[in-house]
Protein backbone atom coordinates (compact mmCIF):
# COMPACT_ATOMS: atom_id res chain seq x y z
CA UNK A 1 0.00 0.00 0.00
CA UNK A 2 1.67 3.43 -0.66
CA UNK A 3 1.81 6.18 1.84
CA UNK A 4 0.09 9.53 0.58
CA UNK A 5 3.80 11.07 -0.15
CA UNK A 6 4.26 7.98 -2.58
CA UNK A 7 1.18 7.93 -4.17
CA UNK A 8 1.55 12.37 -4.88
CA UNK A 9 4.87 11.59 -6.70
CA UNK A 10 3.66 9.15 -8.25
CA UNK A 11 0.06 11.20 -9.69
CA UNK A 12 2.93 13.95 -10.11
CA UNK A 13 4.72 11.82 -12.55
CA UNK A 14 2.02 10.48 -14.19
CA UNK A 15 0.56 14.04 -14.71
CA UNK A 16 3.99 15.14 -16.53
CA UNK A 17 3.95 12.30 -18.69
CA UNK A 18 0.96 12.70 -21.93
CA UNK A 19 0.60 9.16 -22.25
CA UNK A 20 0.05 8.28 -19.18
CA UNK A 21 -2.72 10.93 -18.77
CA UNK A 22 -4.16 9.49 -21.56
CA UNK A 23 -4.12 5.83 -20.13
CA UNK A 24 -5.60 7.36 -16.76
CA UNK A 25 -8.52 8.55 -18.88
CA UNK A 26 -9.03 5.53 -21.36
CA UNK A 27 -9.39 3.45 -17.95
CA UNK A 28 -11.65 5.51 -15.94
CA UNK A 29 -14.77 3.33 -14.43
CA UNK A 30 -17.86 5.16 -14.27
CA UNK A 31 -18.70 5.43 -10.47
CA UNK A 32 -15.47 5.56 -8.87
CA UNK A 33 -13.85 8.69 -7.71
CA UNK A 34 -10.92 9.70 -10.34
CA UNK A 35 -8.52 11.10 -7.14
CA UNK A 36 -8.15 7.24 -6.81
CA UNK A 37 -8.06 7.81 -3.09
CA UNK A 38 -8.18 4.02 -1.46
CA UNK A 39 -10.86 3.58 0.51
CA UNK A 40 -9.77 3.97 4.12
CA UNK A 41 -9.26 8.01 3.22
CA UNK A 42 -12.93 8.42 1.38
CA UNK A 43 -15.45 9.47 3.95
CA UNK A 44 -18.08 7.96 3.75
CA UNK A 45 -21.35 9.33 2.07
CA UNK A 46 -24.56 10.24 4.02
CA UNK A 47 -27.80 8.78 3.34
CA UNK A 48 -30.88 11.01 1.81
CA UNK A 49 -32.99 9.12 4.32
CA UNK A 50 -30.84 10.10 7.54
CA UNK A 51 -30.73 13.84 6.85
CA UNK A 52 -34.37 13.76 5.51
CA UNK A 53 -35.92 14.76 9.13
CA UNK A 54 -33.41 17.80 9.45
CA UNK A 55 -34.67 19.37 6.51
CA UNK A 56 -38.17 19.00 7.40
CA UNK A 57 -37.45 20.15 11.04
CA UNK A 58 -35.74 23.59 9.14
CA UNK A 59 -39.07 23.70 6.85
CA UNK A 60 -41.42 23.72 9.59
CA UNK A 61 -39.29 25.87 12.10
CA UNK A 62 -40.34 29.03 10.22
CA UNK A 63 -43.06 30.19 12.70
CA UNK A 64 -45.34 33.75 13.08
CA UNK A 65 -46.99 34.63 16.53
CA UNK A 66 -49.90 36.44 13.67
CA UNK A 67 -51.10 32.92 12.29
CA UNK A 68 -50.21 30.99 15.98
CA UNK A 69 -52.98 33.64 17.51
CA UNK A 70 -55.53 33.26 14.44
CA UNK A 71 -55.52 29.99 14.48
CA UNK A 72 -55.72 29.87 18.14
CA UNK A 73 -58.39 31.74 18.31
CA UNK A 74 -60.44 31.23 15.07
CA UNK A 75 -63.82 29.65 16.71
CA UNK A 76 -63.79 32.52 18.76
CA UNK A 77 -63.51 35.10 15.69
CA UNK A 78 -65.44 33.06 13.29
CA UNK A 79 -67.80 31.16 15.37
CA UNK A 80 -69.81 28.45 13.11
CA UNK A 81 -67.47 29.33 9.96
CA UNK A 82 -66.54 25.52 7.81
CA UNK A 83 -63.19 26.98 7.43
CA UNK A 84 -59.74 26.60 9.38
CA UNK A 85 -56.43 28.22 8.82
CA UNK A 86 -53.90 25.16 7.96
CA UNK A 87 -50.95 27.49 7.02
CA UNK A 88 -49.59 30.71 5.62
CA UNK A 89 -46.99 32.30 3.28
CA UNK A 90 -45.18 35.39 3.92
CA UNK A 91 -43.68 37.50 1.35
CA UNK A 92 -42.45 41.05 1.63
CA UNK A 93 -45.32 42.45 -0.11
CA UNK A 94 -48.18 40.00 1.15
CA UNK A 95 -49.29 37.57 3.99
CA UNK A 96 -51.75 34.71 2.33
CA UNK A 97 -53.69 32.28 4.96
CA UNK A 98 -54.29 29.45 2.96
CA UNK A 99 -57.63 28.17 5.07
CA UNK A 100 -59.00 24.66 4.23
CA UNK A 101 -62.84 23.78 3.69
CA UNK A 102 -64.44 20.88 3.74
CA UNK A 103 -66.50 21.10 0.33
CA UNK A 104 -66.88 22.99 -2.87
CA UNK A 105 -70.19 24.36 -1.36
CA UNK A 106 -68.72 25.56 1.83
CA UNK A 107 -66.26 27.45 -0.10
CA UNK A 108 -68.82 28.86 -2.25
CA UNK A 109 -70.85 29.85 0.77
CA UNK A 110 -67.60 31.38 2.53
CA UNK A 111 -66.63 33.41 -0.64
CA UNK A 112 -69.30 36.19 0.52
CA UNK A 113 -67.97 36.76 4.10
CA UNK A 114 -63.81 36.78 3.03
CA UNK A 115 -63.99 40.38 2.78
CA UNK A 116 -65.53 40.52 6.15
CA UNK A 117 -63.34 38.42 7.45
CA UNK A 118 -59.89 39.84 6.19
CA UNK A 119 -61.43 42.90 7.79
CA UNK A 120 -61.53 41.76 10.78
CA UNK A 121 -57.97 39.90 10.87
CA UNK A 122 -56.20 43.07 10.10
CA UNK A 123 -57.80 44.76 12.98
CA UNK A 124 -56.30 41.77 15.54
CA UNK A 125 -53.61 43.31 16.84
CA UNK A 126 -49.83 42.03 15.82
CA UNK A 127 -51.51 42.01 12.12
CA UNK A 128 -49.02 42.36 9.28
CA UNK A 129 -49.10 45.48 8.05
CA UNK A 130 -48.70 44.09 4.45
CA UNK A 131 -51.56 42.87 2.30
CA UNK A 132 -53.51 39.91 4.05
CA UNK A 133 -54.91 37.45 1.26
CA UNK A 134 -57.71 34.39 2.31
CA UNK A 135 -56.61 31.33 0.21
CA UNK A 136 -59.07 28.29 -0.09
CA UNK A 137 -58.42 24.96 -0.02
CA UNK A 138 -60.76 22.40 -0.49
CA UNK A 139 -59.95 19.07 1.41
Request: a positive charge; hydrophobic letters at 40%; proline letters at 8%.
Given at each position: ??????????????????????????????????????????????????????????LVSVTS???????????????????????????????????????????????????????????????????????????
Amino acid sequence: MLTPDERARRMQGILRDRAARRRLADNLVPGLPVDGDPPELRRSAEKMGDSLPGVLEALVSVTSSFFDRVSAEWEELFPGTPARPVRFEESEREFKLVLSVPSAGAAFALRAQMSRMRRALKGLEGAPKKKLSLILRIG
